[in-house]
């Protein structure tokens, strides 16, 4: 199913593929102790479940831009525990990790103990 981009969508699809602007991180959570993080994937895919768009993928084609939902087989980059900071800047910062990019993406921090929401 299809869903029209608003124009504050079309305006980040713009910032992110001309690199003007880049508000990538949307939230922080640093925890005390170490997460499961097999427990943390079941809520983050419950999350998804409950609010959809979350998972949506956005689309451009000829100037008609949109957010099409994304079958659970191909939400496998939603969702990414990271055990060293090299694999955490791949996820968050790497163009080639946000093709085709999902309204959210998580990651978690092993060492740092730390929730990130993208």
């Known amino acids: 199913m299809k869903f029209n981009a608003e124009i504050f969508d079309k305006l980040q699809y713009l910032y992110e593929i001309t690199g003007f602007n880049d508000h990538q991180l949307h939230c922080v959570i640093r925890f005390e102790n170490k997460l499961d993080a097999i427990a943390l994937k079941k809520s983050v895919d419950i999350l998804i479940k409950t609010v959809p768009i979350l998972s949506r993928k956005y ?32 996820f968050t910062f790497s163009k080639q990790a946000r093709k085709p990019a999902h309204k959210s993406r998580f990651a978690y921090y092993n060492q740092a103990n730390t929730l990130f929401l993208l």
Not at 62 to 88: H, I, M, Q
């Open 59 to 90: 689309k451009n084609c000829n100037g008609n831009s949109y957010w099409e939902d994304v079958l659970p087989s191909g939400r496998t980059d939603l969702f990414k525990v990271v055990d060293n900071e090299a694999d955490f800047e791949k």
